[in-house]
């Protein structure tokens, strides 16, 4: 955890100082361009070899005192190290402690890197201290030394001063050594308490850094060649920052003696070790350029050169440092990234902004000076053609930025390809560099991130989109070269077929042609079509090719086989056996379980949570959201019992109560008593009139389905309402065949009610599914029919029998709920006018049923919309599946053996 924060402080350190910052870095992207290319890569190469010295110095340094590295290892540290810095103040400190960190990691002594360190720093101020009295004896010659550079170049002469004694002292006298750096360490500790602070020399400090002086010591003895290499490295590091400095003088054409030159870099190098701010941010430009200033050389030569030699010495290095931040040890367990879900998020939205970049820069007018040089080179039309390529390429950065956000593969690779191309495009129609820089830049993010995009595409869907591309292509070329041939009378042309086909192809190759000259406002809209049509293929295309998965077809006979056995062997719900109805598809996960779940738009909903063995619950959660991701779906889990509410949670779902689904404990099941008085007295009133309740066995009749049927349908007209499906079933042929049913008989044997029964198979309850009765019925004929089923199902045997779920029952009535559950609340309480959620919940009470919560659950708070419009477009009973006409072996649940109610029969359970 102390890893990750230390990442977020550093990326948030990085957009400090990029917004703090911003103008100047403005004005350096504005200015390098403007150097003579020649010198500008001289400075580049120049500045490349300054570090490869400063490495080359860290590693004789190292060397000396027995500490093995590679050159090729202590360049990305030494460029991470100069980005930590920007934590706080300039001098090394942080560039020392990963240099010792990273040896540690190695397996080497901490120690004996420390004393490099010492070593090293010793040979870089000393190599600096040279050219700074250079420097300013050339001031001073010129009357133009000022106090502060004076104070400045005491201070780091006493540095350095001081690092030599203590060199000397560990040398000559070692056992002083360690009480006098107890005696700073106790001095530290006594400054931080008194302004109420950590010291920042806190541990064994004294111990270890005496150690390391000693050491350091000890080796200039026993290995002066290597001492004097790290010397030597050391100052021609400075000797290249000095020839980087001289090229940027005359990439810029401003004459600079080597006098001058020696005194400004030593003034502003100077500053930017012993100032307070981090890296001597605003200090080093300000010193470099009052010293260029003094000696001759005008304000804006001096300003221009001096931030140019900053970006090349100090941003652009910063920058690759960052990159460079996952080499470092304290950071190497979280690698400096971003969390994966922020780091898609981000680069979608960035993606989203270099679409509307492009779209800016498509009509916002080119550079002059810029333009003139582009004209050398690229004819007119290309560079029209480049500006409406650009603003095309930024409509389609647009639309793709949404589906980077879903993971999609496809939307990776065509945006990499946009890019890419609007790359090119900036470029072509005015060098706008800066537009192309940050399309190639965010290019390479997004190239660095592909392991997050996996998400696949509808197969059948890209397949379309490309036919439609090629043929709106083929389209567009006709359609242009017989308009141009047959219209040439309002244009300034007359077009052979070649030429009409030529004319075409550079209208959509360069997106336009400077030189084609409508004469009448026909002219101008047939010109205008070609693009419009050519637009609308690609925008269908690119649609077509991010397209989610679709479920094309329902699960084959062998899934379903295969399904119903693992749901026989580990169902336990009210839903085990809805689970297996054909508006399902099934997720088979390698432990064993399924997950029942049909996809609505983008959803993949699940009915319920996985079935299958216990220890393989979350194994089934966490790969199918896998195979969710992998399908560019969202997963919901639709009505989970409680048991399951762990399980999801540790996997990353939230919950939100939906309900809570009425259990009758049937040993406890009695029709005594106040509260059991009507459906007491309906039950006697209608055994009396001659009514009974019989179970009919499977399969049913077809005299006995007609009849059945043509009571659901009574049912539906009158409710004014059609089949619900996913969470409860549907009238269908072979399903109530199947299905035990209890039905109500009048005096007259006419089924007049009736309720199909559904097995839970491992738990001891039995549920119904559908409840139908016929228009016109003897009031209490329901209660009587319910009833029935629970006596029924506690002389079979059952502990408990399901009335199902009361929706929005008890949902949202605690202080602590979520607000999403007291909403749904507020409908539970106010929407009885269009349907009566009250009233259901009040007729199961009469049983006296344990209520048991249903949830669901789902990722992210954002999904919540789109998984309800799933949940209402799941059970709405829109796009039933279609009756199955052919012979299939009918599906015998347990029950299927049930006899009459009161029969000692268990129904195989």
Known sequence: MTRRWLSVALIVALVWVVSTRQTEIADLIRI????????????????????????????????????????????????????????????????????????????QSSTSAAAGMVLQQVADYGAFAQVMMAGLAYLATRHSLKQSEVIAATMLLLIVAGLGTLLLLALARPAALRPILAGVQRLALRLGSAQRRSSPLGGNWAEQTAAGFIQAASATKTRPRWVALAAGCAALARAFDLATLYTLFRAFGVAVGPGSLVAGYAAGILFGIVAVTPQGIGVVEGATTLAFISLGISAGAAAVVTLAFRGLTFWLPMAAGFVMLRRLPALAATRLAIPEPWSVRLVAALTAAMGLVNVLSSITPALAGRMALLARYSPLEVQAGSRLATALAGFALLVLANSLLRRKHVAWQLTLAVLAFSAASHLLKGLDFEEAGLSTALAVWLWKLRPHFHARSDAPSVRQGLRALATSLVFTLAYGTIGFYLLDRHYHAVFSLPAALMETLRMVTVFGDAGLQPITPFGRYFAGSIYAIAAGAMSYALLMLVRPVLLRRPATAAERLRARAIVEAFGRSSLARLTLLPDKAYYFSPGGSIVAFTVQSRVALALGEPVGPAQDGAAAIRNFGQHCAANDWEPAFFQVMPEALPLLQ????????????????????????????????????????????????????????????????????????????????????????????????????????????????????????????????????????????????????????????????????????????????????????????????????????????????????????????????????????????????????????????????????
């Open 32 to 107: 390098l361009p403007q150097g003579q290319w020649p010198w500008l890569p001289a400075a580049v190469a120049c500045q490349a070899a300054h570090f490869l010295a400063l490495a080359a110095s860290y590693q004789a340094a190292f060397a000396t005192v027995g500490v093995a590295s590679r050159r090729r290892e202590l360049l990305p540290v030494t460029l991470a190290a100069l980005f930590v810095n920007l934590l706080g103040p300039a001098g090394g400190v942080a560039r020392a402690a990963q240099s010792v960190d990273d040896a540690a990691r190695h397996g």
């Open 650 to 909: 540790a996997a990353g779902y939230s919950a939100i109560c939906l309900g809570h689904e009425a259990i009758v404990d049937l040993s406890g099941f009695k029709l005594e008593g106040r509260d059991m008085k009507d459906l007491r007295t309906a039950r006697n009133r209608l055994t009396r009139l001659g009514y009974q309740a019989e179970l009919l066995a499977t399969p049913q009749a077809e005299v006995v389905l007609a009849e059945l049927r043509a009571i659901s349908d009574e049912w539906l007209t009158e409710m004014h309402g059609s089949e619900m499906r996913f969470s409860m079933g549907w009238f269908d042929d072979d399903y109530v065949r199947e299905s035990p049913v209890l039905a109500v008989r009048a005096p007259t044997r006419e089924i007049v009610a009736f309720a199909n029964l559904l097995p839970e198979y491992q738990r001891n309850e039995v549920t119904i599914d559908l409840m139908r009765r016929r228009r016109a019925v003897e009031p209490g004929t329901m209660d009587f029919l319910f009833v029935s089923l629970l006596e029924w199902a506690r002389a079979q045997g059952y502990d408990t029998f399901s009335l199902g779920l009361s929706p929005l029952s008890g949902v949202g009535q605690q202080t602590g709920d979520p607000a999403v559950e007291r909403l749904l609340g507020r409908i539970y309480e106010n929407a009885n006018r269009f349907y009566s959620f009250k009233g259901l919940h009040q007729y199961k009470e009469k049983f006296g049923p344990v209520w048991s919560p249903r949830y669901l659950a789902y990722r992210g708070a954002a999904q919540l919309p789109a998984i309800g419009l799933a949940v209402v477009r799941a059970t709405s009973g829109r796009k039933l599946p279609r009756r199955n006409t052919g012979k299939r072996r009918p599906y015998r649940p347990a029950l299927a053996s049930a006899g009459p109610p009161g029969a000692p029969d268990k129904g195989g359970r």
